[in-house]
């Protein structure tokens, strides 16, 4: 073979051999600088050690400190424990899940129901039954609709209507979540969230009539008109009870005027009427067939 072929083709592998070893220093010395910037790049997150509910209040031993990259921190999350400690939970929080602003009232605002009440909103509690809860099925989260029955003031019988659309249940008796199992609570009181004027029908229907909640679908937003229900269309097989018809009534005469006039002077007493003179005595005198009369005068003294 001829030389200075390999001597050409000796030099060629020789370079590339040197080229090669430069770039993959180069490449190296890039990536481990890159690598070493992200692991350098991260910040302190606050997570959960275990799930918090609702109505709860963040203590020492429910959160921890992990780092995660600077670029994946969740926006409102917090970096340091102290800023998470006594402050309730208005939104159920899962085990290792970071706790951010929207899930924590603010520090001062209380414990327990209050702090997931909405500003403008109140919270209301109603007296129900087995019945009236819809058999114990109304959990905190629901939507209900609450029917009041009772007797108005102008009103013949009892009548039910619909007094409140789409309400939100906070608490069912002293609990504020649902049952993880998904069973129902039995609830004597329910407490719906209402603003100011709903309050007010809702405490007015609690103490005047007797409530009923009615469960709907969370996601049905309609409000239905209704009518109402009274006793006579109940028993009436769904038709309306006849109206007596109105009885006339005749219009009262007007006054006649009274007229006052002078009273009219008394009539003159009739004249005495003139004696009657006495009948004259008379003789009756029957001769054969022939009847005569004869007058006796009589004699003035």
Do not use: W
């Not at 606050?46 to 963040?58: A, E, H």
Request: charged share 15%; net charge neutral.
């Amino acid at each position: 073979m001829d030389r200075r072929f390999l001597t050409v083709l000796g030099v060629s592998l020789v370079f590339a051999l040197v080229v090669s070893s430069v770039f993959y220093q180069m490449t190296a010395r890039s990536s481990g600088t890159t690598h070493k910037a992200e692991v350098t790049d991260t910040r302190d997150l606050v997570v959960t050690t275990r799930p918090l509910n609702v109505g709860g209040q963040v203590k020492p031993a429910d959160v921890k400190i992990t780092k995660i990259a600077s670029s994946a921190f969740p926006k409102g999350a917090y970096s340091k424990v102290e800023e998470v400690l006594d402050r309730a939970v208005i939104s159920n929080i899962l085990m290792e899940e970071p706790i951010v602003e929207g899930r924590l009232a603010p520090k001062g605002s209380g414990l327990g129901l209050a702090p997931t009440i909405p500003p403008g909103m109140r919270a209301v509690t109603v007296r129900v039954n087995d019945v009236a809860g819809v058999a114990g099925f109304v959990l905190p989260g629901m939507h209900v609709d609450v029917l009041v029955t009772g007797r108005p003031p102008s009103g013949d019988g009892d009548i039910t209507t619909t007094c409140l659309q789409n309400v939100t249940v906070l608490a069912a008796a002293q609990t504020l979540q649902a049952d993880g199992r998904g069973q129902a609570i039995n609830a004597p009181t329910v407490t719906l969230l209402a603003d100011p004027e709903q309050a007010e029908t809702l405490t007015l229907a609690n103490s005047d009539g007797h409530i009923q909640l009615i469960l709907r679908n969370s996601s049905d937003q309609d409000i239905a008109k209704t009518t109402g229900r009274n006793i006579a269309e109940l028993y009436a097989n769904g038709r309306p009870a006849p109206k007596p018809a109105p009885v006339a009534v005749a219009p009262r005469p007007a006054p006649k005027p009274v007229v006052v006039t002078a009273a009219a002077p008394a009539p003159p007493p009739p004249p005495p009427a003139a004696p009657v003179a006495p009948p004259a005595d008379q003789v009756i005198m029957i001769r054969g067939t022939t009847r005569t009369v004869e007058t006796i005068p009589s004699h003035s003294n």
